[in-house]
């Protein structure tokens, strides 16, 4: 099996187009053409987790944080992220980040530490904006079934927890074609006036190349006419955070302490306990002060995060519980789903979970 026919897999696991503008993910370093011989999952693909994957004989490795993240103009080995890239051009290792396209998901980060928690009822913090657009094309009945099939095939017609959702409408089109036209109906120079429905479809904006082809390829007209508009509406399914439920409420105390003991937090940092039970609950794995003002819109009673500044902490304005818990600590359950994820899908060759501790926070 070759790394090439191992990245669509990853794909469906976080889809690059889930990716946030900033950041850095999918293949970074390697040869697509090259034959995988294992792929070893980790948190940081660090100098060191490179040589565990020299070891044990993984020439792939998958990481939750891009080694890469900003650009390189040089590489001479002078800092860790160098050096970690350096050894494995070396050892025709390849490396493969998947972090906000995860993150994005569904089912990725913030799912994962919602059933870490036990949560119920989750649901998207801060839906992903700027990411629907709308398809509106005409075409005659007779072609209607076969046109919209094709269109849901490419991936329109997804809303939620739906599928080969549209709406059509009839209506009258006209034309008239000029002498280089072959029209489907009618013939050069005349004016057709014919019955046709109006089909309309949102889809996923990364789809837009894909939609088109099924349009283009599935439409009888010669020349097709279509719209495209860019929708408003945020995508609940997709975005950062997560909001959820315990099945029954927790004294606050006795909350941070099953969180601690549950994401193996060296410690918690928090703002002042406002002495309510707690049962409303807002994650967000990674840095997510950004996303204070969305845990407080969606009625939380604490948001569990990382990297809060000193000043974050006054923005809890005595409306909800803010606790950083560790960057790596909110993340630390993320190669266990990259794993079991894989192991599903490739069976031919090992897939190994990453035995170094990459976390470079420590505590007393």
């Known amino acids: 099996m070759k790394i090439k ?96 396209a995860l993150d994005n998901h569904k089912h990725g980060v913030n799912k994962i530490f919602c059933d870490a928690l036990g949560l119920t009822n989750t649901k998207i913090l801060v839906p992903k904006k700027n990411f629907i657009q709308k398809l509106v094309t005409y075409t005659i009945p007779e072609n209607v079934e076969q046109l919209r099939n094709a269109l849901f095939d490419a991936g329109a017609g997804k809303i939620g927890n739906y599928e080969d959702c549209s709406f059509n409408s009839k209506g009258i089109g006209t034309y008239m074609g000029n002498e280089d036209s072959n029209p489907e109906i009618g013939q050069r120079f005349e004016f057709v006036e014919n019955e046709e429905i109006k089909i309309e479809v949102t889809f996923e904006k990364h789809l837009q190349s894909k939609i088109l082809q099924a349009l283009f390829k599935n439409h ?23 909001i959820g439920e315990l099945e029954k409420p927790m004294a606050e105390t006795d909350f941070l302490a099953f969180v601690k003991d549950t994401m193996q937090c060296g410690g918690i940092r928090h703002s002042a306990l406002l002495g309510k039970p707690i049962q409303k609950i807002a994650v967000l794995g990674g840095s997510g002060s950004f996303a204070i003002g969305n845990a407080k819109q969606a009625g939380a009673d604490i948001f569990l995060t990382a990297d809060l500044k000193y000043h974050n902490f006054y923005e809890a304005e005595n409306q909800l519980v803010l606790a950083d818990i560790g960057h790596f600590e909110s993340e630390r359950f993320t190669k266990n789903y990259i794993v079991d994820f894989l192991k599903e899908k490739i069976l031919n060759f090992a897939i190994i979970f990453s035995e170094e501790n990459t976390n470079p926070v420590k505590y007393l």
């Open 220 to 242: 009888v007209y010669e020349e097709v006419a279509y719209e495209i508009y860019e929708l408003q509406n945020a995508h609940q399914n997709i975005g950062l955070g997560m």
């Open 5 to 100: 026919e191992i990245l669509p897999i990853l794909e469906e696991m976080a889809p690059l187009a889930y990716a946030e503008d900033f950041d850095n993910v999918g293949l970074l370093v390697g040869d697509i053409n090259a034959e995988a011989t294992g792929i070893l999952v980790c948190h940081d693909a660090l100098e060191n987790v490179i040589d565990e994957a020299i070891a044990k004989k993984c020439n792939l490795v998958v990481c939750f944080h891009p080694i890469l993240f900003s650009g390189l103009k040089k590489i001479t080995g002078k800092n860790y992220v160098e050096r970690a890239v350096l050894k494995a051009i070396k050892n025709d290792i390849a490396i493969y980040a998947v972090h906000t």
